[in-house]
């Protein structure tokens, strides 16, 4: 049986020079942008924002279909394709991470609810809604495009209400007090990490904070975030020293001081792992 050939896709399909954020309108997509029609995998996240379409979305297991007033949801490192019809009405925003948590601390993709369902997840929008959306859709589009000074401030601000609207949108699904107490706990996990991650980096110093057991903050952060506790923890680590490699002229060995490495060479082996560059390669790719 032959396998099928998955191509993996970072924010350079959209263009030289385009690394961390991109928004186009839905017109003529797959026509500019062929690769998304066919199964792939990206490092980003992708949200159609829909007011009139025909096709579909599949999202690992699940198809979307695509009609109007919908938003879709396409997480990273998810197996999907898109299939929508050439004069399609809305935009598609592609962001990283990094771009969306880099520069505040309280920017966490964590805390949005729709987010963090396992399966691949849309959004209903009220007709009655559509008017704002498009003012929104436009404002951020117009500020991509004109690229003046401090955008990309703008860009993270507006996709932030984006996130919220289309987070107060999202239908609740289960047990939603048993949900609500679950995210409770996990918000204070995050807390506790950028509270103590620079000193603490096993998960068994949080978990005794909480009162839980190890295993059980385990159990519960991957349940609510895909992630282990341990994860969370270094990910707030490279997040930080992310932060300091991009805002900061700080020498690596200082970086690794601040971040609580006993040295400079274990601080570069420790980013490598979790981004394929060194800090210094990481530092001259984000600047250039």
Same mark, same amino acid.
């Given at each position: 049986?032959?396998?099928?050939?998955?191509?993996?896709?970072?924010?350079?399909?959209?263009?030289?020079?385009?690394?961390?954020?991109?928004?186009?309108?839905?017109?003529?997509?797959?026509?500019?942008?062929?690769?998304?029609?066919?199964?792939?995998?990206?490092?980003?996240?992708?949200?159609? #924002?829909?007011?009139?379409?025909?096709? !579909?979305?599949?999202?690992?297991?699940?198809?979307?279909?695509?009609?109007?007033?919908?938003?879709?949801?396409?997480?990273?490192?998810?197996?999907?394709?898109?299939?929508?019809?050439?004069?399609? !009405?809305?935009?598609?925003?592609? %962001?990283?991470?990094? %771009?969306?948590?880099?520069?505040?601390?309280? &920017?966490?993709?964590?805390?949005?609810?729709?987010? &963090?369902?396992?399966?691949?997840?849309?959004?209903?929008?009220?007709? @009655?809604?559509?008017?704002?959306?498009?003012?929104?859709?436009?404002?951020?589009?117009?500020?991509? /495009?004109?690229?003046?000074?401090? *955008?990309?401030?703008?860009?993270?601000?507006?996709?932030?209400?984006?996130?919220?609207?289309?987070?107060?949108?999202?239908?609740?699904?289960?047990?939603? /007090?048993?949900?609500?107490?679950?995210?409770?706990?996990?918000?204070?996990?995050?807390?506790?990490?950028?509270?103590?991650? /620079?000193?603490?980096? #096993?998960?068994?110093?949080?978990?005794?904070?909480? &009162?839980?057991?190890?295993?059980?903050?385990?159990?519960?952060?991957?349940?609510?975030?895909?992630?282990?506790?341990?994860?969370?923890? =270094?990910?707030?680590?490279?997040?930080?020293?992310? =932060?300091?490699?991009?805002?900061?002229?700080?020498?690596?060995? !200082?970086?690794?001081?601040?971040?609580? %490495?006993?040295?400079?060479?274990?601080?570069? @082996?420790?980013?490598?792992? *979790?981004?394929?560059?060194?800090?210094?390669?990481?530092?001259?790719?984000?600047?250039?």
């Amino acid at each position: 049986m032959q396998e099928m050939d998955i191509s993996f896709c970072d924010m350079g399909l959209f263009g030289d020079g385009i690394d961390h954020f991109w928004v186009e309108d839905l017109k003529g997509l797959l026509e500019d942008y062929p690769t998304l029609e066919n199964p792939h995998k990206q490092d980003f996240y992708v949200l159609l #924002l829909i007011k009139k379409a025909e096709g !579909e979305v599949m999202v690992d297991n699940q198809k979307i279909r695509l009609d109007r007033y919908k938003a879709v949801v396409i997480k990273p490192r998810s197996i999907n394709y898109i299939s929508i019809n050439r004069e399609a !009405e809305g935009k598609i925003i592609c %962001f990283t991470e990094d %771009f969306f948590s880099l520069r505040y601390n309280n &920017n966490q993709l964590c805390k949005f609810t729709f987010l &963090n369902q396992s399966e691949g997840c849309f959004v209903r929008i009220k007709q @009655t809604d559509w008017e704002k959306w498009e003012l929104l859709l436009l404002f951020i589009y117009n500020e991509f /495009k004109q690229k003046k000074g401090e *955008y990309t401030h703008l860009l993270r601000s507006y996709l932030n209400i984006i996130l919220f609207e289309l987070d107060r949108q999202c239908p609740y699904t289960g047990n939603q /007090k048993k949900k609500s107490a679950s995210r409770s706990k996990i918000h204070k996990f995050e807390q506790l990490i950028d509270k103590h991650y /620079k000193e603490q980096k #096993l998960p068994s110093f949080y978990a005794e904070k909480l &009162n839980v057991s190890a295993n059980y903050l385990n159990r519960l952060c991957k349940e609510q975030t895909g992630l282990t506790a341990g994860d969370m923890i =270094r990910k707030r680590i490279i997040t930080e020293a992310k =932060r300091l490699l991009i805002y900061t002229d700080n020498r690596i060995n !200082e970086i690794a001081y601040e971040l609580g %490495f006993e040295s400079t060479s274990y601080f570069v @082996t420790f980013f490598k792992k *979790y981004d394929n560059h060194s800090p210094e390669k990481f530092r001259k790719k984000y600047l250039d």
